[in-house]
């Protein structure tokens, strides 16, 4: 079959299976649109800023583990979705990049709108593509898909000249693809699988410490399996919220800088913890080297990169996390009933002090303004857990995730490792996408929501019933927070001014966008204005909390300190080893 190169790249995401883009056109990309107008397969968004178009992708990947496509043109249009690519490096989110590049014979001469593009996402991509001849180009698409979601994923970004797009060339589906040297390791070693089962009967202060490889995976039922099979408590990273319910009594929650008191303790108390998926990063560990001094770890993962690149492991395992459960849940089986197990009491019995004396909590703000964990907390209760939920970056992101109990993977969508402002809206857009029928919430912070809020427009045309909660306390919240506990509260270019001066004003902005707009200052308002936003599912909603600038994230591991330093609030911390709270 004779097509275009155009022709061939729409036939190409017909056929892995693409049924949204997110994108902008622009004049290197342009031979690809022609023919995208004309397909009934691939419903192409256009957004406003190619950040948006990425963070949507980003978005749509996270919530249904599918792989997330944008589409940009060369120059300005390709270096937008930088930040984009780079977030979804971080936290191992399956993306494709399209981007258009200037015309073969035009590389390298600084013509207009060229940027080198491959050059530039090389250390933020899984990999990278410039496709130099039209025949290729199924090849590429499917290689490129491949590569985004399989093993560790991760984005991909495939360049294609405007002249390639242009040519005529045959296309024929499927085709022949080689990926030389590309072979994750799926199925884990034996032995190793049966000494960490060997260690987890055998040790008395056990935890098993899930990220986000885990969701990735979709081995969260198998995990739960084995959490009960064995008793172990569980703690789940910022990228793994909804990998193990919350409700769950083996749960402790969230560990790391704003973690719970219990999941911290017990990690720094453990004497083995069992990573699964999990990469050991700095907002978890603390200063490493004070770091689970008791623990044996082992540590589980499909990327042997991560394995020991930052805590050493006793027992690595290389391989798929539904793999390696799978086996440590019949690995577990054999050694009890061989061997029994170790009583864990003793160590439930501490466990449970911490979270007893240090349960999830907050204080209302003393001039008697709306306390933001409350709207948080009642955004969860009231939309459930079906719902899903993306935050941007800050207070109100740790906010969500100390707040809301998620019950189900794939429900929390948020940036991780590079922590990206602006990430909601677009975010909650692409999963909204993903789950028409489905209520979905960005949870954003007034500094966040002015890095991306035109995306809204898109929304509203585009028949995309987001919710924004716009949690708006005049400032740019954990820059001030740190500010208040480290520089002597010197607020140096913090204050944003939608307190004193309501600039912008949300609720308006969002009407004259096309969405319903709303306001809610007061705790009597809260459940009403979350009732009416509810009721509407034919526009995005837009609600501005206006609420106290003080509020802090509690508890906090300070950088640069260890996680026996935790403060559970301003000037005090746990004791772990007598549980006596005193003065910092």
Request: aromatic letters at 6%; a negative charge.
């Amino acid at each position: 079959m004779r097509l275009t190169g155009a022709q061939s790249l729409v036939r190409s995401l017909e056929s892995v299976g693409v049924d949204v883009v997110f994108g902008i056109p622009g004049g290197t990309i342009l031979p690809a649109y022609d023919p995208l107008l004309d397909s009934t397969k691939v419903r192409h968004v256009l957004v406003r800023h190619e950040q948006g178009a990425g963070h949507a992708a980003t978005g749509y990947a996270q919530a249904t583990g599918e792989t997330g496509v944008c589409m940009a043109t060369s120059g300005p249009g390709a270096t937008n979705l930088v930040t984009p690519l780079a977030d979804a490096n971080m936290d191992s989110v399956p993306v494709v990049a399209i981007t258009g590049q200037q015309t073969r014979a035009l590389i390298g001469t600084d013509a207009f709108q060229e940027a080198d593009i491959c050059g530039i996402t090389m250390p933020i991509t899984k990999h990278n593509f410039l496709v130099t001849d039209p025949a290729d180009i199924p090849k590429v698409i499917a290689e490129a898909f491949h590569l985004a979601n399989s093993g560790r994923p991760g984005p991909v970004l495939v360049d294609i000249p405007k002249d390639v797009l242009q040519e005529t060339t045959s296309f024929a589906w499927p085709p022949e693809t080689g990926l030389p040297g590309y072979r994750p390791t799926l199925r884990p070693h034996g032995k190793q699988v049966r000494e960490a089962a060997r260690l987890m009967a055998r040790s008395p202060r056990p935890v098993f410490y899930v990220g986000g490889g885990v969701v990735k995976a979709r081995a969260t039922e198998k995990l739960r399996e084995l959490a009960e099979r064995t008793g172990i408590p569980v703690v789940t990273t910022l990228m793994a919220r909804g990998a193990f319910p919350d409700s769950h009594a083996q749960h402790l929650g969230m560990p790391g800088m704003h973690g719970s008191v219990a999941a911290v303790a017990s990690m720094q108390r453990a004497d083995l913890i069992v990573a699964l998926g999990a990469r050991f990063d700095d907002r978890v560990t603390g200063r490493l080297d004070s770091f689970a001094p008791e623990a044996t770890v082992v540590h589980a993962d499909i990327d042997p990169a991560e394995i020991s690149k930052n805590r050493k492991a006793d027992v690595p395992i290389v391989g798929d996390c539904a793999e390696i459960i799978g086996d440590l849940v019949e690995a577990v089986r054999s050694e009890t009933d061989e061997n029994g197990s170790e009583d864990l009491g003793p160590w439930w019995t501490q466990l449970d002090s911490w979270r007893d004396t240090f349960p999830a909590g907050y204080d209302w703000p003393e001039d008697g303004t709306l306390a933001p964990q409350y709207v948080i907390e009642r955004i969860g209760e009231l939309a459930g857990p079906d719902a899903l939920y993306a935050a941007g970056v800050g207070q109100h992101q740790m906010w969500a995730a100390q707040f809301i109990r998620y019950e189900r993977p794939g429900t929390w969508i948020n940036s991780g490792g590079l922590g990206t402002m602006g990430f909601a809206v677009p975010a909650a857009m692409g999963a909204q996408l993903a789950y028409p029928d489905r209520q979905v919430w960005a949870i954003d912070g007034d500094g966040c929501f002015q890095m991306t809020n035109q995306e809204l427009a898109t929304c509203a045309i585009e028949g995309v019933p987001i919710k924004v909660a716009v949690i708006n306390n005049g400032n740019l919240g954990m820059v001030r927070q740190w500010q208040n506990l480290f520089y002597a509260e010197r607020y140096s270019n913090t204050d944003l001014g939608s307190h004193r001066h309501r600039i912008p004003d949300f609720a308006l902005m969002a009407e004259a966008m096309g969405c319903a707009g709303l306001r809610c200052e007061t705790k009597d308002g809260v459940d009403e204005v979350l009732g009416r936003a509810m009721e509407i599912n034919d526009r995005p909603v837009v609600i501005d909390f206006v609420v106290g600038k003080d509020a802090q994230v509690w508890p906090m591991v300070a950088a640069g300190t260890g996680n026996d330093e935790i403060m559970a609030a301003r000037g005090i911390r746990p004791l772990f080893d007598d549980d006596e709270v005193s003065d910092r």
